[in-house]
């Protein structure tokens, strides 16, 4: 049951909703502001509602996962692990997809996992005014949350598996983001 469940987990991540949604609007989002198949670069390329609804597809994908996992009587976090793997690295996009935190975030919703998701807000929105580098705030937002569910939850691996594949994304888009910015300024 759990290949069975893995395969439709990684492949709900991979509906890559940020693509889809950009093509309505004649956009491939991939070439415009981040590149990133995600909420935030669809906001800054084609505003609030379209990104409110990625938003809530990319929850979505993360709760059905948790869902069917439920019914098949699998490990909720493995499942979402490979929900936010398939949006992380969609097949159909070259495995370059979005950066897996709303999928996880409806994910651990779905899973009862939601001071897990409620310690990330509050860190991101208490530490952004200062900080104001959203990448960084995501992956230390996201080991914070894995922390403090780890220490109030119990130990879950898949739960911290989850947190790493999300961490690894962020840490080669800050990578990345530096490449370009030695570019510029060398």
């Known amino acids: 049951m759990y290949l069975l469940i893995s395969i439709t987990s990684y492949l709900l991540g991979n509906i890559p909703s940020a693509y889809l949604l950009g093509k309505i609007y004649q956009i491939d989002i991939r070439t415009k502001g981040s590149g990133n198949v995600g909420t935030m670069n669809t906001r800054a390329t084609l505003g609030w509602r379209p990104a409110l609804l990625v938003l809530i597809m990319d ?3 993360g709760m059905a996962a948790v869902y069917l996992a439920q019914v098949a ?3 909720l976090m493995f499942a979402a692990s490979m929900a936010v ?5 969609p097949v159909w996009l070259k495995f370059k997809g979005g950066k897996g935190l709303a999928v996880a975030a409806g994910a651990l919703i779905a899973a009862g996992y939601t001071l897990t998701v409620i310690v990330f807000l509050i860190f991101f929105l208490l530490t952004y005014p200062l900080v104001k580098k959203d990448n960084w705030l995501s992956l230390l937002g996201t080991a914070a949350a894995a922390v403090i569910s780890t ?4 130990w879950d691996g898949f739960l911290i598996l989850l947190a790493l594949i999300i961490c690894i994304k962020h840490i080669g888009v800050i990578i990345q983001n530096n490449k370009e910015f030695n570019k510029i300024s060398g």
């Open 59 to 61: 929850l979505a994908k």
């Open 73 to 75: 009587g699998v490990d």
């Open 85 to 89: 793997l398939g949006h992380v690295c």
């Open 151 to 154: 220490i109030f939850c119990g």
